[in-house]
């Protein structure tokens, strides 16, 4: 039931764009096209879970066991980077076709601070490794989640009448707002 | 004390070792060989990112070219020589195309059209394209506070005296300052085309003389004069159509508000070389200005006076013996 709410929590009630304003970056850039939001939204969910997972290794085997447990954020950057690289070579050689489709995306979530956001909110709850899993992969679907219906809004909102003055980034932000006000109602959920 | 200092030194600088050795490692293991053809196009690509080709950025185009999903003279910017080279990268021919240079369509500048106000706002086109459509009195012509100028990448097009003006040399056909003109007054053309029409007003001819002293006052003297039907009209407003124009700029010379520019010296002349012409009268026939005189079997002859540098001569000369100049 732990694993349930976690992963809940996690997609609505504290959705990573939404509720804790991480990751703005890409939900901003990449969300012109469903189909392109889609993409990123697959290659976070990816690397989300694998850092998750991997940053709780180094946190409580290296870190926690030699005591320099504030070195945190420096080290789950270089495992991040160093991560997001490798995969990123593996899917190129073992399948092309998963590469086309999030190729131009992996490069980009390197820098993602909700990446970095979930590896360090995963060891401030106290989470285990399974619930770290779950709480990386919800987190993932939550921006998944986000920036799909966005880019849907955006799409959209190409054809809507609106105030010439507004057009591009600042009608983008306005709907975005107005996406994190209704996620709002989420919070009772739980 | 030294132990707080060594320890997460080691511990960080062992996992950015063994990283890199993964990386290294992986990168060996798991290497794709990628299409050497995309580094060789984008090395003769320009460079500059404009997207003038509609990719994202001159890698995004040199990977559409080396998979055939674009054609090797994509780049507008590069024109004929880059899309010879990528030709020979691809091996194939280049399809030759003629050059496009961008043009201002307006010769509103300050001596010739009137100011409705007095403009202080931000020197920009767009911000003064807000109010009232600008301080000029025609509200189809340049605005001329330079947006074009500041957004070219290639520093082709300049502001004088109130109109931009194209540097044709330095132009790229990238298309950014089309886009950009809030007036909608810049065309592609090709660049060989010396004969414009410098007006975008499609008001009747009264209103427009009230504006401005060079606009199109719609009097068709043009159409009349044009032998070559390259002169249409459509709402008001003078248009040449390019596929049929041969630079005879006669159009140029009836035009009386001087609205139809050509650059006179710039002409060509026929010249019939006398060794190779066997006096068949096919350039005679042909000429539509009657400015090239001669019987059958005699020796031709061109007027110079009357010659507009049109050269259906030279294309129709079955021995090839006019040459244009």
Redesign the interface.
Known sequence: MKLVIILLSAIFVNNFVLSRFLGICPFLGVSKKVETAVGMGLAVTFVMALASVITWIVQRLVLDILGIAYMQTIAFILVIAGLVQFVEMVIKKTSPTLYQALGVYLPLITTNCAVLGVAILNIDSGYNLIETLINGIGGALGFTLAIVLFAGIRERLETAPYPKALDGFPIALIAASLMSIAFLGFSGLL | MINDIL??VA??GG??IF?GI??AY??K????ETDPKVDEIRAVLPGANCGGCGYPGCDGLAEAIAIGKAPVNACPVGGADVAKKVAEIMGVAAEETERMVARVICGGDCDNAKEKYEYQGIQDCKAAEILAGGSKSCRFGCTGLGTCERLCPFDAIHVVNGVAVVDEEKCTACGICIENCPKKIIELVPVSKLVRVLCKNTDKGKAVVEVCKVGCIACQKCVKACQFDAMTFENNLAKIDYSKCTNCMVCAEVCPTKTIYADFSRRKKAYIDQELCIGCTICKKQCKFDAIEGELKEKHKVLEDKCTGCGQCAIKCPKKCIEMR
């Open positions: 320890w997460p511990t960080l996992l950015a990283f993964v990386l992986a990168s293991k798991f290497a794709v």
